[in-house]
């Protein structure tokens, strides 16, 4: 099986990928996790990547591309994979495709977990952490006995830039004008498989492979 999950900052895909590949036998490929891996190799693109990894910038989508491309290439490529994080544009979507075509795959679904955004804001924003032993807490789900101290540490916590209000809103933002793009491309391919991001993870997990069953024979 090949999937792509697609998804908002805080909908839970990098934990549904994993649970894909763990129980379905599928190659999980981040796109964290294959760009570090291509500057570990040392490949063209990769030491291409490193240069904006380590100041801290974004990786050109071009360069990106690359790096999918060259894991694909190899002898080692997957035929059986989940997508997490990739492709996040229509232009990475494109060169995706290409990629695929001349490696001769075929995708057979993409999912697109979805979740409303004040719920994922909700989420990301009531997470926060102990810097000094790392304890996470979240403000709804699992707060500290007493607000905004560590129960461990006794120290204060920290919320992190990522998780804060105005920088989730943001990724959101960004995410609907890349991503509104990318539903269109995989729903005129007949790809395309909605399932309800919320409650718990083997919940959503469940209505995944549901769906999966579902057009699977149909």
Same mark, same amino acid.
């Given at each position: 099986m090949r999937l792509i999950l697609l998804g908002s900052p805080?909908?839970?895909?990098? @934990?549904?990928?994993?649970?894909?590949?763990?129980?379905?036998?599928?190659?999980?490929?981040?796109?964290? +996790?294959?760009?570090?891996?291509?500057?570990?190799?040392? @490949? *063209?693109?990769?030491?291409?990547?490193e240069i904006y990894i380590t100041s801290g910038k974004l990786v050109p989508d071009t360069l990106v591309n690359d790096i999918i491309a060259e894991r694909f290439q190899g002898d080692d490529r997957p035929e059986c994979f989940v997508m997490d994080g990739y492709p996040r544009t229509l232009a990475q979507a494109a060169s995706f495709d290409a990629v695929l075509r001349k490696q001769f795959l075929d995708l057979d679904a993409v999912i697109f977990i979805r979740v409303d955004d004040e719920k994922v804001v909700a989420r990301l924003s009531g997470r926060w952490v102990c810097p000094v032993c790392k304890t996470p807490y979240h403000l709804l789900s699992n707060p *500290?006995?007493?607000?905004?101290?560590? +129960?461990?540490?006794?120290? *204060?916590?920290?919320?992190?830039? +990522? +998780?804060?209000?105005? @920088?989730?809103?943001?990724?959101?933002?960004?995410?609907?004008?890349? @991503?509104?793009?990318?539903?269109?491309?995989?729903?005129?391919?007949?790809?395309?498989?909605?399932?309800?991001?919320?409650?718990?993870?083997?919940?959503?997990?469940?209505?995944?492979?549901?769906?999966?069953?579902?057009?699977?024979?149909?």
């Open positions: 805080g909908s839970g895909k990098g @934990t549904q990928a994993k649970l894909l590949s763990q129980r379905l036998g599928l190659v999980h490929i981040g796109t964290g +996790d294959i760009l570090r891996e291509a500057v570990r190799q040392g @490949t *063209p693109a990769g030491r291409q990547a *500290p006995r007493k607000p905004g101290v560590c +129960d461990l540490s006794h120290g *204060p916590l920290i919320q992190r830039s +990522d +998780d804060r209000e105005e @920088t989730v809103r943001e990724r959101l933002r960004v995410y609907h004008e890349n @991503t509104a793009a990318l539903v269109v491309h995989y729903r005129q391919q007949g790809l395309l498989r909605e399932v309800s991001g919320e409650g718990g993870i083997e919940e959503v997990y469940g209505r995944i492979v549901q769906e999966l069953n579902h057009h699977k024979n149909a």
